[in-house]
């Protein structure tokens, strides 16, 4: 069925002013496969417009799975990722419990007890800490709601006078920017989502990639160094025919348990190993997992690693990047997008916008939808469900 458009209601009063001139009053158009319009004047526009798309994708009612609990801590309620979030919990234990119990403190040798156990709990201290702040940090959620009519309004006309397209999430009724991707888990829009984790359950995202990178790097660390302290000690109590490790339990099940031990930590140091060079990899060539799933290009042309680093790590670079404790300071325009007061708009930067389409860096405040810009000739989505923007189409 051919597209048509419904105008909605005009306010003049929040047409943009560029460059200190009135502008004409502005359009806001919502898009979708209606027969029929509401005016007449929608023939012949007087005025710029702004076009509100809505994303490819299932309409549906928004997720109700996240939630945000009075201390503001982010909380996904999905059963499969609490059952991975609390089996990485127990591995941690296990290491923790065998390490100390069988390892050091039986261990004959005070230094190795102690260089040990200062080594191994630093390591999952901060491993334990970037975990937690993986799970429960807001990955970068585009504010529930922000399509609305004034929010749209603010965004003005282009510069050239060209009609804006604006894409909007059915799902969340949100304003989607350009590298953001609705979870159907977390039930949110994510900013610049790489994939959703059952580990951390929770997305990988703008605001918590840090702590994902550092989670999965520290823990491939201790994992490692967990498999050194159990060689070493297998070598001690082997070369003393297990008299220098008495204090502990019996040999059998001493073996058994450092097997284990010595099986799982392999398993996840190399797990984890991998996924830390993939993020690191996607951080350095500006692109996510669901861009590279997709086969999109991405380009950071002029930034240095060591600026690409701090898009995710937060600027400047400094030793806070390796500490978990501490939130990335991200860059003003990824920051002022995610702030309630802006309600999900993003101020672009050049390598944000579809090739097929040039638009010039703007001034005002612009969200667009990379993929869908990409196929301009795609087949209509379906109509959305009753929202501010008017009446919809009744087949």
Known sequence: ????????????DASAIQQGQQSPAVQLVHENDCSTTTSSDLQ????????????????????????????????????LGLVCLCLAWLVMLYAELITL????????????????????HILMGLALTAHLRAAFSDPGAVPLG???????????PMPDGRDRVVYRCARCDCVKPDRTHHCSVCGRCIRRMDHHCPWINNCVGLRNQKFFVLFTAYISLVSWFTVYLCLHYFAICLRSE????????????????????????????????????????????????IERIKGEQRTAQGLSCSDRLARVFGQPASWRWLSPLHRPHLRAEDDELLSPAND??????????????????????????????????????????PTDFGPTCRR
């Open 146 to 156: 922000s399509a609305n009519h004034e929010n749209l309004l603010r965004l003005g």
């Open 1 to 12: 069925m051919e597209d048509k458009s419904t105008l909605l209601d005009l306010d003049p």
């Open 44 to 79: 012949q526009p007087v005025g710029p417009r702004i076009l509100v798309r809505t994303a490819a994708g299932w309409t549906a009612r928004p997720g109700r799975q996240t939630r945000v609990d009075a201390a503001g801590r982010w909380i996904v309620r999905d059963g």
């Open 101 to 120: 119990c069988v390892i050091l403190a039986p261990a004959p040798s005070a230094t190795f007890r102690l260089l040990g156990g200062i080594c191994f």
């Open 242 to 289: 297990w008299d220098a490790c008495s204090g502990g339990p019996s040999p059998a099940m001493s073996t058994m348990l450092l097997l284990i031990l010595i099986v799982l930590s392999l398993l996840f140091g190399i797990f984890t190993a991998v996924m830390a060079g993939s993020q690191i990899s996607a951080i350095l060539t500006n692109t996510t997992g």
């Open 344 to 385: 999900g708009f993003e101020k672009p930067s050049l390598d944000s916008v579809s090739p097929d389409l040039p638009v010039s860096r703007l001034t005002s405040l612009v969200a667009l939808d990379q993929f869908a810009l990409a196929k301009p000739d795609s087949s209509p989505p379906p109509p959305p469900p």
